[in-house]
Each structure stands twice: as C-alpha cells, then as structure tokens.
Nanobody, 126 residues
Framework: QARLVESGGGSVQVGGSLRLSCTAS????????MAWFRQAPGKEREGLAA????????KYADSVKGRFTISQGKGEDTIDLQMTSLKSEDTAMYYC???????????????????WGQGTQVTVSS
C-alpha cells in the first residue's frame, strides 16, 4: 500500500524560507510523477511543483515560479520543496502527491494524482 509522509512545515516570517520533504513508500512502478500541492482554508487545492521520478523534468505553477524549487531527495521516492521569499498568501496546508502514471512528463493535473500524504502546515506571518 502506498504511503507518503511530509515533513518540514512550520511557522516563518514573511520573506523567510522553509524546506519541505516527502518520502513515499509502496509506489512500485505505478507513479511517474511526484508533486507538491497546497490548500488554504476556503480555497481549492493548488498544484505548485511537480517532478518526474528520476528528477529530470519539473513543472511549476506561476504563483511559485522563481521562489520554490522542487528536487529529488535522497532516493527516487523522496522529494523536497525549497521555498524562499515566502509571502503571507503562501500560508496553507502543503501536500505531497504521486500520480497514476498515465500522463507523460511532469504535470499538475490534480485529478491524475491518486496517492496523497496527510499534509504539513506552513504559516507565514508578518
């Protein structure tokens, strides 16, 4: 059974940085892409950054491009999200996800992500 576990969330001031990590187990060959999403209260879940397993292709949402960097961690099923220049609007629950393996390339198509972590809270305050 697939399991994804996020870590690294917390509280930071505007302009600060945080690094999130996600370790997946039990994916086998089912997923091609891992990604980070977030959801703020009252808002829809938003795809932020995706990376092809193996770490060669990435995709970013415009809202985080240039500030967030997704990378392969220590192992094919570990990914990190380095977040810099954080803004108050980045406050949300952040989720790691793995897709169904049906789409070529890195993508942020929410409906194609079938495995999800429990989330880690990021709070950015002024």
């Amino acid at each position: 059974q697939a399991r994804l576990v996020e870590s690294g969330g917390g509280s930071v001031q505007v302009g600060g940085s945080l690094r999130l990590s996600c370790t997946a187990s039990g994916l086998g060959g089912r997923s091609s892409v891992m990604a980070w999403f977030r959801q703020a209260p009252g808002k829809e879940r938003e795809g932020l950054a995706a990376i092809l397993r193996g770490g060669h292709l990435t995709k970013y949402a415009d809202s985080v491009k240039g500030r967030f960097t997704i990378s392969q961690g220590k192992g094919e099923d570990t990914i990190d999200l380095q977040m810099t220049s954080l803004k108050s609007e980045d406050t949300a629950m952040y989720y790691c996800a793995a897709d169904r393996g049906r789409v070529n390339g890195a993508h942020l198509m929410t409906d194609e992500y079938t495995f999800w972590g429990q989330g880690t809270q990021v709070t950015v305050s002024s």
